[in-house]
């Protein structure tokens, strides 16, 4: 997945692109691109079904998708799930989830995922998908110490984390290293947005008393030789 050209969520405030109403279209606009073109139905599915076994969705669960953009995603996982609602910064997007992808099961809210009152939601699963390289990591640690603060017990599924140990996997071609350097480095233009390192999550995660397991991305995944997931739980 390449993200074009902003670590800032406010970005995407003006990135609505008018694209074609099918998937293709829909991954486009969320920027789950590779090399150029929409993700393949096959990838697309690999993330589905990630989310699906690894919260373990079942039709009793209620779910929160923090980031949920256009909801295409956010519609796929309401096929298995009692409710889901969906949280997003970009209006327009929203807007794009309601006519598209609005199911009985599922309610979009827009909102900053820092301002989530999660007491409100009878939710124990939550999933972040490609939304992470926006947040700093305080921004990130004061979420999780919110949910854990307002929540008994939680499990929350955070993917496609840009991993700073593989930060030369990604700028991997000489003008790529280029762009790094010149572009991003000595210029401070962004990218793809924040880099993790997947000790940091630990860290963070521990000193909060939660459970913290790093997932290595299959490697069918498009992104697996750059991004990392992580489960989180209370
Ligand atoms: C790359 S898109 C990913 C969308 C979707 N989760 C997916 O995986 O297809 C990132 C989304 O996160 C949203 N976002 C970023 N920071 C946010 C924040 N602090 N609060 C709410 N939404 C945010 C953006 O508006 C954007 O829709």
Known sequence: MEIEDSSKASYYKNKVDNTSNDLSGFLTQVGRTYLGEPISESQFKIIVNLIIDTLDVTK??????LGCANGLI????????????????NQDLLIVANKHHKKDNINYIMSNIMDIDFTQYNAKKF?????VQYLEYKMLRKLLQKISDQKESFILFITDIPDQEKLLNFYNTKERRNFLFTEIIENEKSHIGNWWYKEHI???GESLDLTVDIIDQNPDSDTSYYRFDVLISK
């Open 60 to 65: 009793k669960d209620v779910l929160l998708d």
């Open 74 to 89: 956010s519609n796929e996982i309401a096929k298995y799930a009692n409710f889901v609602t969906g949280f997003d910064i």
């Open 127 to 131: 999933y972040m998908l490609a939304v």
């Open 202 to 204: 630990i860290q963070m």
